[in-house]
């Protein structure tokens, strides 16, 4: 006897950064985030779950090598999974399954901890095939966000708010879709990846450090990331490309100036990084007769050099000949792979 199940999941890229936590047990962050979720077919997590009676022990399997299942925020996402699926045992029939083993075999198809949100992708991924195997329904972003804070926002497609939330249980910091995939058309994510080793400052270590000592997050956190995330709400509603890319570039700007102003600094981004930034402004930087830039693409950067494109497909071609040009790959490179346009929308 035994019950499985294999789900996907697809990373998100914040477009208003989550940075700094108010409870790191129950990860509730100090501000509001909104991000695009990729679409399914590209960049994903794809976790397989078995539970059985003839299991002797739990085990866990992360890009084909073994890893202790004693992770605290695993722990705590099968707790609370465990605990609604114990609330509805009688209906379900699933009383007799909580006691079984579990194997969990979880595999990303790009470089974890690069500061490409692999752990976003990760931990929904995780809880929602959690849910299904235990037969769970209603909203499961805020035990994926015990996982990982950034994966609640995985669990929702297109483009997705987290609510900080002002509950101290962490009841009402959820996260929820604020526009289809299809919001902005034929858009797509361009990553130039600058280095696929590990992160050196884990997005943990660096929050709770940049909370502790910046006092420019003390600005972000009680003015400028409420009022941009209100814009950005607004230039969404309102499908305002070019004011997307200004607040997206800006937001990512003073999430690694708050980095920056970390004591010790936490220092993400590379030389690559910065000439890719300065590249795409030099790409917008065409004037409107009002004298305002019409911004044409934009870019973020995560806890990590990597920068993410966002860029409407229309200009997908003559940017990526761009930075064919800045960036031209070694002889022995694969071109076919070096370089590609992500498609947001799903592509079946
Ligand atoms: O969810 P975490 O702990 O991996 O933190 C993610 C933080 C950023 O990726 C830098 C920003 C974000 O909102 O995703």
């Given at each position: 006897m035994?019950k499985?199940?294999t789900?996907?999941?697809?990373?998100?890229?914040?477009?208003?950064?989550y940075?700094?936590?108010r409870?790191e047990?129950?990860?509730?962050?100090?501000?509001?985030?909104?991000?695009f979720?990729?679409s399914?077919?590209e960049m994903?997590a794809?976790?397989t779950?078995?539970?059985?009676?003839?299991?002797?022990?739990?085990?866990?399997?992360?890009?084909g090598?073994?890893?202790s299942?004693?992770?605290?925020?695993?722990q705590?996402?099968?707790?609370?999974?465990?605990?609604r699926a114990?609330?509805?045992?009688h209906?379900?029939?699933v009383?007799?399954?909580?006691n079984?083993?579990?194997h969990?075999?979880s595999?990303?198809?790009?470089p974890?901890?690069?500061?490409l949100?692999?752990?976003?992708?990760?931990?929904?991924?995780?809880?929602?095939?959690?849910?299904q195997?235990?037969?769970?329904?209603g909203?499961?972003?805020?035990?994926?966000?015990?996982?990982?804070?950034s994966?609640?926002?995985?669990?929702?497609?297109g483009?997705?708010q987290?609510?900080?939330?002002?509950?101290?249980d962490?009841?009402?910091?959820v996260?929820q879709?604020?526009?289809?995939?299809?919001?902005?058309p034929?858009?797509?994510?361009?990553?130039?990846v600058a280095?696929?080793g590990?992160?050196k400052t884990?997005?943990?270590?660096g929050?709770?450090r940049?909370?502790?000592?910046?006092?420019?997050?003390?600005?972000r956190i009680?003015?400028?990331?409420?009022?941009?995330t209100?814009?950005?709400?607004?230039?969404?509603?309102?499908?305002?490309?070019?004011?997307?890319c200004d607040l997206t570039?800006?937001?990512?700007n003073?999430?690694?100036?708050?980095?920056q102003?970390?004591?010790?600094?936490?220092?993400?981004?590379?030389?690559?990084?910065?000439?890719v930034?300065?590249?795409?402004?030099?790409?917008?930087?065409?004037?409107t007769?009002?004298g305002?830039?019409?911004?044409?693409?934009?870019y973020t950067?995560?806890?990590g050099p990597n920068a993410?494109?966002f860029?409407?497909?229309?200009?997908?071609g003559?940017l990526l000949g761009?930075l064919m040009?800045?960036?031209?790959?070694?002889?022995?490179q694969?071109t076919?792979?070096?370089?590609?346009?992500?498609?947001?929308?799903?592509?079946d």
């Amino acid at each position: 006897m035994m019950k499985t199940v294999t789900c996907t999941a697809p990373v998100n890229i914040a477009v208003i950064k989550y940075w700094g936590k108010r409870d790191e047990t129950l990860i509730l962050p100090l501000n509001d985030s909104i991000s695009f979720t990729l679409s399914q077919d590209e960049m994903c997590a794809k976790t397989t779950i078995s539970i059985s009676p003839t299991f002797k022990e739990d085990k866990f399997w992360l890009n084909g090598k073994e890893e202790s299942l004693e992770n605290p925020r695993i722990q705590n996402c099968l707790k609370e999974v465990r605990r609604r699926a114990s609330k509805r045992k009688h209906e379900s029939g699933v009383e007799g399954t909580l006691n079984w083993h579990i194997h969990i075999c979880s595999k990303n198809n790009f470089p974890t901890a690069a500061g490409l949100a692999s752990s976003a992708a990760g931990y929904a991924c995780l809880v929602y095939a959690l849910g299904q195997v235990y037969g769970i329904e209603g909203d499961l972003s805020s035990v994926a966000r015990q996982g990982s804070g950034s994966a609640c926002r995985s669990i929702y497609g297109g483009l997705v708010q987290w609510y900080k939330g002002e509950e101290d249980d962490g009841t009402d910091s959820v996260a929820q879709s604020i526009a289809p995939p299809e919001h902005f058309p034929d858009l797509r994510v361009v990553i130039c990846v600058a280095n696929d080793g590990r992160k050196k400052t884990g997005s943990t270590i660096g929050m709770r450090r940049t909370v502790l000592t910046s006092r420019l997050m003390q600005y972000r956190i009680q003015e400028s990331v409420i009022s941009r995330t209100a814009a950005m709400k607004k230039a969404i509603k309102e499908k305002d490309w070019s004011k997307f890319c200004d607040l997206t570039m800006a937001d990512s700007n003073e999430m690694h100036a708050v980095c920056q102003d970390t004591s010790p600094p936490c220092v993400y981004m590379n030389d690559t990084s910065h000439t890719v930034a300065a590249l795409i402004h030099q790409y917008n930087d065409v004037k409107t007769t009002s004298g305002n830039v019409n911004h044409k693409v934009c870019y973020t950067f995560d806890a990590g050099p990597n920068a993410c494109l966002f860029v409407p497909g229309a200009v997908v071609g003559e940017l990526l000949g761009l930075l064919m040009r800045a960036f031209p790959p070694s002889p022995t490179q694969n071109t076919d792979t070096y370089i590609t346009g992500i498609p947001i929308q799903p592509t079946d």
